[in-house]
């Protein structure tokens, strides 16, 4: 993942002699992560079945963690290893940091908000879940979160709201079916 300020370090420059190729043959060019990552929750989106969801859930999941800041994944890797250990304290400290460094990198904050929720710190959690969702509109891990809190802070609504996006980027998400009809029920009532 590309941070703000920081050149990737496996792109060439336009003047690079690399990458010309023969007379009259077009330089390739890898497709960005953000590119990647759109083509990638597309295929989510139109993914017939868990089973054909799952690989895709995973390849996202990867592109989320990669940066190329050695100080990025650093911090996120300490942050990780403390979470693990049950050091939560430690390990908000490394996201913290991680995100005031990289305020534009959004998996620094979709963990930091989990290990809010764990804390039941929903307040932050939310604060949080949002800027991923600001950051990366497709991360249905932090739209999985984001209807977990507010279900949990009574904000049935704004879950329904939430739980319909979730269900457009991700139609298998694990319980989101069976949430969006819960929540259906809960602000819409009941038919007679």
């Not at 994944?73 to 995100?99: C, G, I, S, V, W």
């Not at 800027?131 to 999985?144: H, I, K, T």
């Amino acid at each position: 993942m590309a941070i703000a300020g920081e050149p990737a370090p496996s792109a060439p420059m336009p003047s690079d002699p690399n990458r010309a190729g023969s007379a009259g043959e077009k330089p390739t060019v890898a497709p960005s992560r953000t590119e990647t990552l759109q083509k990638l929750y597309a295929n989510l989106a139109n993914a017939k079945d868990p089973a054909a969801a799952e690989p895709i859930v995973r390849a996202i999941q990867e592109l989320w963690v990669q940066s190329d800041s050695p100080t990025a994944t650093l911090l996120l890797q300490r942050a990780l290893a403390a979470a693990q250990e049950k050091n939560y304290e430690q390990a908000l400290r490394f996201l913290d940091y991680l995100t005031g460094l990289y305020p534009d990198w959004a998996e620094g904050f979709n963990r930091r908000a989990y290990l809010y929720v764990v804390r039941l710190d929903y307040a932050r959690a939310l604060g949080d879940l949002r800027r991923v969702l600001a950051l990366d509109p497709g991360n249905f891990r932090a739209l999985e979160g984001l209807v977990q809190v507010l279900r949990t802070m009574g904000q049935d609504k704004a879950a329904l709201d939430v739980v319909r996006e979730l269900i457009k980027v991700h139609p298998n998400s694990p319980g989101a079916q069976e949430a969006l009809k819960e929540l259906e029920r809960a602000v819409d009532g009941q038919g007679i």
